[in-house]
Nanobody, 119 residues
Framework: QVQLVESGGGLVQPGGSLRLTCVPSESIFNFAAMGWYRQAPGNQRELVAEITRGGNTNYADSVKGRFTISRDNAKNTVYLQMNSLKPEDTAVYYC?????????????WGQGTQVIVSS
């Protein structure tokens, strides 16, 4: 089972920035894609951003132009840079990895990191 460890959440004022970090227990190139999801109280978990093994990225409309997903191959780490944060970005953010094991598609989740945007 792949382990994903997130960090970087916290309390920030509206308009501020945070950078989330996700470190997997194996090479990021073992995964077809890695992504960040979020879940606010009473809401379903939703995709925020993802990056494929080939480096293609995809974003939710609500974060386009404000959030950037990236990876550092040397550090085996995926980041989510969040700028111009809004109160509606408040949620628990989860790192996700999609991969195949013995021909079976699987995915793993991190434990989540809380982001609170409030004045």
């Amino acid at each position: 089972q792949v382990q994903l460890v997130e960090s970087g959440g916290g309390l920030v004022q509206p308009g501020g920035s945070l950078r989330l970090t996700c470190v997997p227990s194996e090479s990021i190139f073992n995964f077809a894609a890695m992504g960040w999801y979020r879940q606010a109280p009473g809401n379903q978990r939703e995709l925020v951003a993802e990056i494929t093994r080939g480096g293609n990225t995809n974003y939710a409309d609500s974060v386009k132009g404000r959030f950037t997903i990236s990876r550092d191959n040397a550090k085996n780490t995926v980041y989510l840079q969040m700028n111009s944060l809004k109160p509606e970005d408040t949620a628990v953010y989860y790192c996700n990895a999609d991969y195949s094991r013995n021909g079976v598609l699987q995915n793993s989740w991190g434990q989540g990191t809380q982001v609170i945007v409030s004045s």
